[in-house]
């Protein structure tokens, strides 16, 4: 497996006793609210194609969110972390996931090939502007994998997230911002969103559409980790 710094820098973090911790907290947290409110999320939107279809997790992990899937007749699960994808060989709530076929595969996102056009839902839950920069670099990848009419839904972190800490630097650039413009304004932007790592409404809105993706939602939520964005963005049919 080939990976970029970002999948290399998850592998050293999601090791085997950080995978087995995740796991556990897989089935404790199975009914709690933030789990309730993305699988709820997910599960509406895989019902929304009104058919079957084939579906890929971006970051899978330990499969924390396959029971959420429905009308879902593939699924590949795509993780850098070998510790979590044996975690995630028995998911939790097995019992109640639909799915025909699991495919789980190791690989880096960011540096896998997969074939263009062959998902109908690509997801990405905790991953996408928290480990790994949302960036044109993704979106370019997600665009083409999509299938027409495909949806693409991810939860991203707001820069405005009690989790993000409030440097000095951090309090000057907010400040400086609204008086920015043209280049300034562009390497502030960057900066407060520590190049991908996080991602507000306008960076989404200006992303997304520059690889034809559009937009037909975002949310969020407030957990007690993080302000999450919920965003769902389709490739035209
Ligand atoms: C916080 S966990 C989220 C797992 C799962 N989506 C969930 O909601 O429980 C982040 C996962 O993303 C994976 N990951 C991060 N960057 C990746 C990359 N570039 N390629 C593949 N997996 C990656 C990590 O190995 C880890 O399993």
């Given at each position: 497996?080939?990976?970029?710094?970002?999948?290399?820098r998850?592998e050293a973090?999601?090791q085997?006793?950080y995978?087995?911790r995740?796991?556990?907290v897989?089935?404790?947290?199975?009914?709690?609210?933030?789990?309730?409110?993305?699988?709820?999320?997910?599960?509406t939107?895989?019902?929304?194609?009104?058919?079957?279809?084939?579906?890929?997790?971006?970051?899978c992990?330990?499969g924390?969110?396959f029971w959420?899937?429905?009308?879902?007749?593939a699924?590949?699960?795509?993780d850098?972390?070998e510790?979590?994808?044996?975690?995630a060989?028995?998911?939790?709530?097995?019992?109640?996931?639909?799915?025909?076929?699991?495919?789980?595969l190791?690989?880096?996102?960011?540096?896998?090939?997969?074939e263009a056009?062959?998902?109908d839902?690509?997801y990405?839950?905790?991953?996408?502007a928290?480990?790994?920069p949302l960036?044109?670099r993704?979106?370019?990848?997600?665009?083409?994998?999509?299938?027409?009419?495909?949806?693409?839904?991810?939860?991203?972190?707001?820069?405005?997230?009690?989790?993000?800490?409030?440097?000095?630097?951090?309090?000057l650039?907010?400040?400086?911002?609204p008086?920015s413009?043209?280049r300034?304004?562009?390497?502030?932007?960057?900066?407060?969103?520590?190049?991908?790592?996080?991602?507000?409404e306008v960076?989404?809105?200006?992303?997304?559409?520059?690889?034809?993706?559009?937009?037909?939602?975002?949310?969020s939520?407030?957990s007690?980790?993080h302000?999450?964005?919920?965003?769902?963005?389709?490739?035209?049919?």
């Amino acid at each position: 497996m080939s990976a970029t710094e970002w999948g290399r820098r998850a592998e050293a973090l999601y090791q085997p006793g950080y995978a087995s911790r995740y796991r556990a907290v897989d089935d404790d947290i199975r009914h709690g609210v933030l789990v309730q409110t993305f699988g709820g999320w997910l599960r509406t939107i895989s019902e929304s194609f009104g058919r079957e279809i084939t579906a890929l997790d971006l970051g899978c992990g330990t499969g924390r969110y396959f029971w959420a899937l429905s009308h879902v007749r593939a699924l590949t699960g795509i993780d850098v972390s070998e510790a979590m994808l044996a975690e995630a060989r028995q998911p939790v709530d097995a019992s109640a996931i639909t799915v025909k076929n699991i495919t789980l595969l190791h690989g880096d996102f960011l540096a896998q090939t997969l074939e263009a056009g062959a998902f109908d839902l690509i997801y990405s839950i905790g991953v996408l502007a928290e480990h790994s920069p949302l960036d044109d670099r993704l979106a370019e990848r997600v665009s083409g994998w999509l299938a027409p009419g495909g949806a693409f839904a991810f939860t991203a972190v707001h820069p405005q997230s009690f989790s993000v800490t409030r440097t000095w630097q951090r309090r000057l650039g907010e400040w400086l911002l609204p008086f920015s413009a043209g280049r300034l304004r562009a390497v502030l932007r960057e900066k407060l969103l520590a190049g991908g790592l996080y991602a507000d409404e306008v960076r989404l809105r200006e992303l997304l559409p520059r690889h034809g993706l559009r937009i037909e939602s975002i949310g969020s939520h407030l957990s007690d980790i993080h302000l999450h964005l919920m965003c769902v963005a389709r490739k035209p049919a």
